[in-house]
Antibody, heavy 121, light 109 residues
Framework: EVQLVESGGGLVKPGGSLRLSCAAS????????MNWVRQAPGKGLEWVSS????????YYADSVKGRFTISRDNAKNSLYLQMNSLRAEDTAVYYC??????????????WGQGTLVTVSS | SSELTQDPAVSVALGQTVRITCQGD??????ASWYQQKPGQAPVLVIY???NRPSGIPDRFSGSSSGNTASLTITGAQAEDEADYYC????????????FGTGTKVTVL
């Protein structure tokens, strides 16, 4: 069964740091691009960051650029998101998701269950 | 970044047909994918590419596209289809890689 399991969420003070992890199983992790998508309480989905299969290509949303770092360890079938200088507006459920497709068509499947990050003093 | 605009909410009678639209410049260049999200759950892919359904998604879900608009149609809506639906595509602006739609709450009456 293809599965993604996030961990590492929690309560952190503004300006603090947190590292999220996503453990993948049931597929060849090293063959796929991976992504982080977040959802603030009661709000819609927001793409956060993507990393290609070999880490050659990395992209960030403007809202997190310079503060968040995406990485992966293909030997450990794991995806990470290092979040620094956290702000209240980063409070959200963070999902990891596998992406597939080609130039004209991309999709996210599957998604993990999400991990909640709360930034509050 | 580009934007993908969806109607905030639509309602449909049980067994009837509802169409959810997603508008944005990115859709002139890229296909949309569609996700269903029920309260407290992770999103689930329901349509991708031109009009493809992942295994396990009922054939009452279908997708289409024209110009800058992508549509998700539920033909014969069931009570379990009540959920939030989001579209998504690559971002044609070049600033971001992907963009999500604003989301549509579907209520089955």
């Amino acid at each position: 069964e293809v599965q993604l399991v996030e961990s590492g969420g929690g309560l952190v003070k503004p300006g603090g740091s947190l590292r999220l992890s996503c453990a993948a199983s049931g597929f060849t992790f090293s063959s796929y691009s991976m992504n982080w998508v977040r959802q603030a309480p009661g709000k819609g989905l927001e793409w956060v960051s993507s990393i290609s299969s070999s880490s050659s290509y990395i992209y960030y949303a403007d809202s997190v650029k310079g503060r968040f770092t995406i990485s992966r360890d293909n030997a450990k079938n794991s995806l990470y998101l290092q979040m620094n200088s956290l702000r209240a507006e980063d409070t959200a459920v963070y999902y990891c998701a596998r992406s597939e497709g080609d130039y004209h068509s991309n999709w996210f499947d599957p998604w993990g269950q999400g991990t909640l990050v709360t930034v509050s003093s | 970044s580009s934007e993908l605009t969806q109607d905030p909410a639509v309602s449909v009678a049980l067994g009837q047909t509802v169409r959810i639209t997603c508008q944005g410049d990115s859709l002139r260049s890229y296909y949309a994918s569609w996700y269903q999200q029920k309260p407290g759950q992770a999103p689930v892919l329901v349509i991708y590419g031109k009009n493809n359904r992942p295994s396990g998604i009922p054939d009452r879900f279908s997708g289409s596209s024209s110009g800058n608009t992508a549509s998700l149609t539920i033909t014969g809506a069931q009570a379990e289809d009540e959920a939030d639906y989001y579209c998504n595509s690559r971002d044609s602006s070049g600033n971001h890689l992907y963009v999500f739609g604003t989301g549509t709450k579907v209520t089955v009456l």
